[in-house]
């Protein structure tokens, strides 16, 4: 089983060097990676030797939201600690290096051959070492297991699919899990699913999903600012002409494919709706293609200052999606025609029911506020214009969504509680 992992590192390394050169996002996290030992040997010589050291490591942004909540609370608890955060993400970590300061340095993972993987341990020496839902890499994991030093993965979620399910790849989850001091599950289900695993792990439990805790303090941060969600000029004019706000967030092209015909329907049908669509990748091309659709009726968010009533805003910079969702009515959110719907909690934290594309079954709480109805699955523009239209034109159906969804996510708080418990349990 090792000698073809090794061999499918060697395999996976010469083909990230082949795909590096035809685009851009690979070749970023490849160079990212050839340049760590040369960041992190010349940092760590300058760090206090005394103070206690914590490695988490995070697959891509996504995953970091979850990890926030955890790393916030540990520069609570101790202010001493010195936290390194990794990614295997290139856009995740280019969006957390120059926008996260609350760890003290912010890196890539090391590629997982031993060589490596042994080089960045003996520079970093972590006292311990946090996990966050599923990106384990098997030397890593063996070698901080064969160190000694305690590892905990949070916000775990695994599941049985048929790939997992092969021998080979089941005996390298099973190996890889069972070096794990401490997991703590999202659900049950997570729960048992990697109990049936692997019967090894020694503490496992449920916490809960940190991401709730996340979106939570994220909320409040904003009410407490005050800030606006869109600027004082079109506000008061959603407000004069009663306006509903809908929120297309985090969309790719294909969902764009979905959602805008229904959209250019419901304008031409004269509906008192304000339409915001935030794309994912807020590139120009991208940002011209969805402008070209609606021509005049639509307007770029950084063009809001001189706003003249357009009914289709189209945000061309990040960051900005969040706090858009406060004034929504309703949402989509995308990824469901691609590669998987993203986050559903940040509209439901503030009371705001989703529509998502069907490519969510790696996502359970998605599941669970389809089976609530806090939210709703759609599989073509058909269904879209369907749910579009009934949460738009009816309150009752739509207001009881959005009271489902607000609901799931306080109710689901305190899995941060939960895991620093067992941080302060572990011998580090």
């Given at each position: 089983?090792?000698?073809l992992?090794?061999?499918?590192?060697?395999?996976?390394?010469?083909?990230?060097?082949?795909?590096?050169?035809f685009?851009?996002?690979?070749?970023?996290?490849?160079?990212?990676?050839?340049?760590?030992?040369?960041?992190?040997?010349?940092?760590?010589?300058?760090?206090?030797?005394?103070?206690?050291?914590?490695?988490?490591?995070?697959?891509?942004?996504?995953?970091?939201?979850?990890?926030?909540?955890?790393?916030?609370?540990?520069?609570?608890?101790?202010?001493?600690v010195?936290?390194h955060?990794?990614?295997?993400?290139?856009?995740?970590?280019?969006?957390?290096?120059?926008?996260?300061?609350?760890?003290?340095?912010?890196?890539?993972?090391?590629?997982?051959?031993?060589?490596d993987?042994?080089?960045?341990?003996?520079?970093?020496k972590?006292?311990?070492v946090?996990?966050?839902?599923?990106?384990?890499?098997h030397?890593?994991?063996?070698?901080?297991?064969?160190?000694?030093?305690?590892?905990?993965?949070?916000?775990?979620?695994?599941?049985?699919?048929?790939?997992?399910?092969?021998?080979?790849?089941?005996?390298?989850?099973r190996?890889?899990?069972?070096?794990?001091?401490t997991?703590?599950?999202?659900?049950?289900?997570?729960?048992?699913?990697?109990?049936?695993?692997?019967?090894?792990?020694?503490?496992?439990?449920?916490?809960?999903?940190?991401?709730?805790?996340?979106?939570?303090?994220?909320?409040?941060?904003?009410?407490?600012?005050?800030?606006?969600?869109?600027?004082?000029?079109?506000?008061?004019?959603?407000?004069?002409?009663?306006?509903?706000?809908?929120?297309?967030?985090?969309?790719?092209?294909?969902?764009?494919?979905?959602?805008?015909?229904?959209?250019?329907?419901?304008?031409?049908?004269?509906?008192?709706?304000?339409?915001?669509?935030?794309?994912?990748?807020?590139?120009?091309?991208?940002?011209?293609?969805i402008?070209?659709?609606?021509?005049?009726?639509?307007?770029?968010?950084?063009?809001?200052?001189?706003?003249?009533?357009e009914?289709?805003?189209?945000?061309?910079?990040?960051?900005?999606?969040?706090?858009?969702?406060?004034?929504?009515?309703?949402?989509?959110?995308?990824?469901?025609?691609?590669?998987?719907?993203?986050?559903?909690?940040?509209?439901a934290?503030?009371?705001?029911?989703?529509?998502?594309?069907?490519?969510?079954?790696?996502?359970?709480?998605?599941?669970?506020?389809?089976?609530?109805?806090?939210?709703?699955?759609?599989?073509?523009?058909?269904?879209?214009?369907?749910?579009?239209?009934?949460?738009?034109?009816?309150?009752?159906?739509?207001?009881?969504?959005?009271?489902?969804?607000?609901?799931?996510?306080?109710?689901?708080?305190?899995?941060?509680?939960?895991?620093?418990?067992k941080?302060?349990?572990?011998?580090?």
């Open positions: 089983m090792y000698i992992y090794s061999l499918f590192l060697v395999f996976f390394r010469t083909l990230l060097g082949a795909l590096a050169l685009d851009s996002k690979i070749r970023r996290g490849v160079e990212g990676k050839k340049h760590l030992f040369a960041k992190i040997g010349k940092y760590y010589p300058s760090i206090n030797p005394l103070h206690k050291r914590i490695l988490i490591h995070v697959s891509s942004f996504g995953e970091l939201e979850q990890a926030k909540p955890v790393i916030t609370a540990l520069k609570e608890k101790y202010p001493n010195h936290i955060l990794t990614f295997f993400s290139p856009s995740g970590y280019e969006n957390a290096v120059n926008s996260y300061s609350v760890p003290d340095i912010i890196t890539y993972l090391p590629f997982d051959s031993v060589g993987v042994n080089w960045f341990l003996d520079i970093t972590p006292d311990l946090l996990f966050v839902r599923y990106d384990l890499w030397n890593f994991v063996h070698e901080i297991h064969d160190r000694n030093i305690p590892m905990l993965l949070f916000s775990a979620t695994f599941d049985l699919s048929p790939g997992k399910t092969l021998p080979l790849i089941h005996s390298l989850y190996k890889t899990y069972s070096f794990i001091n997991i703590c599950t999202i659900s049950e289900l997570d729960k048992n699913a990697i109990e049936k695993l692997t019967p090894r792990v020694r503490d496992i439990s449920v916490a809960g999903d940190t991401r709730c805790d996340q979106v939570i303090a994220r909320r409040q941060a904003i009410e407490e600012s005050g800030d606006l969600a869109l600027p004082e000029n079109v506000m008061q004019i959603v407000t004069s002409e009663k306006l509903t706000i809908f929120v297309a967030g985090s969309t790719w092209k294909n969902d764009e494919e979905v959602i805008i015909p229904v959209i250019k329907k419901m304008l031409d049908a004269g509906e008192k709706i304000i339409n915001i669509i935030v794309p994912h990748e807020v590139d120009k091309a991208h940002i011209d293609d402008k070209s659709k609606f021509g005049s009726e639509a307007i770029l968010f950084s063009l809001l200052s001189s706003y003249k009533n009914k289709v805003i189209i945000v061309d910079s990040i960051g900005k999606l969040f706090s858009l969702y406060q004034g929504a009515m309703f949402s989509y959110v995308g990824g469901g025609f691609g590669s998987g719907v993203h986050n559903v909690l940040e509209p934290v503030w009371g705001v029911p989703a529509i998502v594309g069907s490519n969510h079954k790696r996502s359970k709480e998605i599941a669970a506020l389809i089976g609530l109805s806090g939210a709703v699955e759609v599989r073509n523009t058909e269904e879209f214009d369907d749910t579009y239209k009934n949460w738009l034109l009816n309150d009752i159906p739509r207001t009881l969504a959005a009271v489902t969804a607000k609901n799931f996510v306080y109710s689901s708080q305190g899995a941060t509680e939960k895991i620093m418990e941080i302060a349990a572990i011998q580090w």
